[in-house]
């Protein structure tokens, strides 16, 4: 068994540096650190400040399914050390693959989530840092007044796509504040989509509220005496029109 244990740990870490597998590749370098990798650095960390030359070996962050392979192989090879000293039990076996478990679930848990958070549309950890910078050099530009309901989200293993508004002046040329936009953005979001918002100080907002002065209102005078003009002056039409024959004698 001890051969066997060996054996398998030579071809999972030959599959795992060996053979190109960018997806894999990527979710191991963007996934958030196990409690086993913290550990493990932090080991190595100790190691290197006795023996310098190994902190190009040890330093960088070690692949986690690689780490796991290994320490399996320790468990299994105790476990085969404690069940061959003659314990007749299987209480060794049961705590192997009870440590087997843990370590797999602590392993593939931080992968797990961040596969979920790709499916959830969230914006990755490891580029929100970035992606403010760039979002703060984009809203300093000539005519650019605010950038608004930015979202930003991967479809796939290192593809970013990303929408967003601007709001630029009244006077500004939309079609060079979409350039620079796009300019400072693209070596990040390789599918973007911008939507250009003019400002207009006619439109009426929410958070703004117009006190308008009353009209003034015509005296109570003028109102009455126009229905008596206006009889007046039909009266006067009537006569007028009215046969010479008809009127009294």
């Known amino acids: 068994m001890p051969f066997a244990a060996v054996f398998t740990l030579l071809l999972h870490t030959l599959g795992i540096y060996a053979v190109e597998n960018p997806a894999f590749s990527h979710v191991t370098q963007a996934s958030v650190s196990s409690w086993l990798q913290e550990h493990t650095s932090d080991i190595s960390r100790s190691v290197c400040s006795t023996v310098p030359g190994l902190s190009r070996i040890l330093l960088p962050r070690l692949n986690p399914i690689s780490l796991v392979g290994w320490l399996i192989s320790v468990v299994v090879l105790c476990a085969y050390f404690f069940m061959s000293s003659g314990q007749t039990d299987s209480f060794p076996d049961t705590i192997a693959a009870v440590t087997i478990s843990l370590l797999l679930f602590s392993t593939m848990v931080p992968m797990a989530a961040y596969c979920g958070r790709i499916l959830m549309q969230t914006t990755p950890a490891h580029l929100v840092g970035t992606l403010d910078k760039a979002l703060r050099e984009a809203s300093t530009l000539e005519g650019v007044l605010e950038l608004r309901n930015e979202h930003f989200w991967t479809v796939g293993f290192g593809t970013l796509i990303g929408s967003l508004y601007v709001r630029v002046r009244r006077d500004a040329d939309e079609q060079l504040v979409l350039a620079h936009v796009a300019n400072r953005l693209h070596p990040l979001v390789k599918h973007l989509t911008i939507q ?3 400002d207009d100080w006619t439109r009426p907002t929410a958070s703004v509220r117009f006190d308008w002065p009353q009209l003034p209102v015509s005296p109570p005078q003028h109102q009455e005496q126009m229905p008596s003009a206006m ?3 039909n009266h006067s039409h009537d006569h007028a ?6 009127l009294p004698q």
Do not use: L, N, R
């Not at 029109?241 to 008809?246: E, L």
């Open 196 to 198: 250009v918002i003019k």
């Open 231 to 233: 009889m007046k002056h």
């Open 241 to 246: 029109a009215c046969p010479s024959h008809m």
